[in-house]
């Protein structure tokens, strides 16, 4: 697309053009990996109910396709549309064309190429076991390079040639993003790589296993503290604020109304980046960690409920007055149901750092059901809706039908709205018949050896009024996680 501009203090007019090749690549990948992520799900989601579904493969167990599912949704389908709109948004922001092409195609290519080793390393069991950064050092090294070599200075060198003085408030939250992100990343993932070690001293090129393995600098609490850091911050600045950008260029417009109090999306930003940082530590609610530096966690998380609803009340605001365009327009829909959604689960989540809360959500279905209702709501809804607006402009064309639109929207909220947490009781605690007490087996005079253990004793399996505190219950999921 070209683009006509005057030239400050000359009256000549400059021409330039927008990459929006680059911009139809990452949209067409966002749409392939978030079909392969959301059924990787679905598998997934069947076998928690049908175990036997895996065929005893490795491959396809839930413990190696559930980090696969993460891996994809998050990197691969929310992390190219994140890159969709930022080459979108960024190029007409600044009245510049990206910087340059060349590391546009390099990171569209590397960044593909980091989510197919996913798709290899993860269902091999290849991993370092940390939640949302299972990926072992090769990928990190080139995660490392395509982010910040290629994508950083890419956008940095383009916000350096821009035409345009002032700088936009979604190009701050991308700001956020990319040098958060960066940081995070790399103490989160400094490592020893056994193997390079082992080849180094010894000569010898060790076994495959060993060439791919690596090992925390870290132990103990503060490989803990260290990975809940990076956990729950990368929600906050891979999901959170560059869908913030994303919100304030494509809401207004996609409403054709400016934002509904530019002096807000400010204070938006800078109290969300400072808060935001420092919330990491509920997720270690009653573990080692100190208690000093939970609650501090704690207390920065209900913090962000007011920064949050802040954006939250920023965006739906910027519909007045066109309110009546939201009934006819189901790109709008979509857009009002996310930004909706994000409203929601930015209540939620403080909620639920707080320790009287924890004590009862922790380990439960309810981590999940709000970590899904804040990505399928929240970034999922955004998507689409900067899909269904970008397309018709990025291809010259129509939206194929508009009834299919509004269906997906229908279908979608319907899916992303928590549903019921299983039957509820039909009787009174007082008046519930209670379980008859188990018989408790008369102390042996000595330490039995295992083989003397009764076999009775041992084949007892555990109830869920007798499970130990900390493991799975109830209708939780063995495989649940502080953080989904």
Known sequence: MSQTQAAGGTGAMQEFTYDD???RKFLLATLLWGVVGMLVGLLIAVEMVLPDLSMGIPFLSFGRLRPLHTNAVIFAFAGNAVFT????????????????DTLSKLHFWGWQ???????ITLPLGITQ??????????IDLAIAVVWLGFFGTNFFMTLVKRRERHMYVALWFYIATIVT??????????????GLVHLIKTGQMPSPELVMKSYPIYAGVQDAFMQWWYGHNAVAFFLT???LGLMYYFL???????????????VHFWSLVFIYIWAGPHHLHYTALPAWASSLGMVFSVMLWMPSWGGMINGLLTLRGAWHKVAADPVLKFFVIGVTFYGMSTFEGPMLSVKTVNSLSHYTDWTIAHVHSGTLGWNGFMTFGMIYWLAPRLFQTQLFSKKLVALSCSAGTTSSAPGPRGPRPTTSPSSAPRPSPRPIPPAPTSTPSPASTPS??????????????????GNASPSSSPCG
């Not at 709109?85 to 340059?100: D, E, F, H, N, P």
Request: hydrophobic share 45%.
């Open 21 to 23: 090749a680059i911009v």
């Open 456 to 473: 009775s004793l041992a084949a007892t399996p555990w109830t869920a009024s007798s499970r130990p505190r900390g493991t799975a219950g």
């Open 252 to 266: 207004p417009k996609a409403a054709d109304r400016p934002v509904y109090s530019y002096r807000l999306s400010i």
């Open 113 to 119: 190429l980091i989510i197919v080793s996913a798709a």
């Open 241 to 243: 604020t560059p869908f």
């Open 181 to 194: 992100v960066t940081m995070l990343h790399v103490f989160n993932n400094l490592w020893i790589p056994v």
């Open 85 to 100: 709109a930022v080459y979108y948004s960024t190029q007409r922001l600044c009245k510049a064309r990206m910087w340059s």
């Open 129 to 138: 076991g940390k939640e949302y950064a299972e990926l072992e050092w090769p």
